[in-house]
């Protein structure tokens, strides 16, 4: 059977997550409903990870299967067409056997973008966020060194157990029941960087995979360093604590896109 392998763009604004869940709308399930209207078979395509609800992005990749062999251009085309405004197919080609767009990856990068009010000047009044941005941002209103978020994103560097900054995950859970193999929240982080681009603040980290909420709850941790809440220091102990509760609190899930994936 055909193997595919495809690259998507969504906006994760109207979708409940990636995962198909029953009686809500979802990218994985508007997927396979394009492919079953496009070919008739009732497949379910497997990616890269799973996206939370409200979450975005630029190159989701995703694998599936079908018996009939249609050409590439024809089949990428007509997904399109199936396909809402809010998911694009950037492209698609044959895969390589074996291939899965979940267990077949080594690293991912994520962004994520927060709208400062400050100006950076004193005496101006804040910015406004526009509505045509909203979706796509964190609207933060605390004002934030942009040199205190860096200082503390570079200590995620390395090989750590990320346990503080991971959500409980019900699925992951349910996969592990009855197993005497304990899930490891042991994760490698390649590149961690805040920059200030087009008017916005940008996080960008790459890494060896991601624990359920990760991010979020990382960038979570650097904007309360970055409002003086913390010290940028502190995220080295928030590591070691393995809790939780040692960390802050979930950046909001508008701001987060999953920019690409490496096989």
Known sequence: MPLWKLILAYDGTPFHGWQIQPGLSTVQGTLA??????????????????????????????SFELAAPIPAQNL?????RALPPSIRILSLEAAP??????????????EYRIF???????????RICSPMLAPWVWDCRWPLDLDRMQQA???????????????????RTARKAGSTVEASNVRTIFASDWT??????VYRVTGSGFLHHMVRNLVGAFVDAGAGRIAA???????????????????????LFLVEVVY
């Open 116 to 126: 400062p009010h400050d100006r950076w000047q004193p005496g101006l009044p804040d």
């Open 233 to 255: 220091g502190d995220i080295a102990k928030i590591i070691a604590a393995q809790s939780r509760s040692a960390a802050g609190p979930t950046a909001p899930a508008s701001g």
């Open 97 to 110: 056997e074996g291939f899965h767009a979940r267990y077949s990856a080594v690293r991912k990068t994520y």
């Open 196 to 201: 200030h681009r087009d008017e916005l603040l």
């Open 33 to 62: 409903a394009a492919i079953l209207h496009v070919t008739g078979e009732d497949v379910l395509p497997q990616g890269s990870g799973r996206t939370d609800t409200g979450v975005h992005a630029l190159g989701q990749v995703a």
């Open 153 to 171: 994103a570079q200590d995620v560097l390395g090989t750590h157990d990320f346990t503080s900054f991971a959500a409980s995950d019900p699925d």
């Open 76 to 80: 990428h085309r007509a997904l399109n």
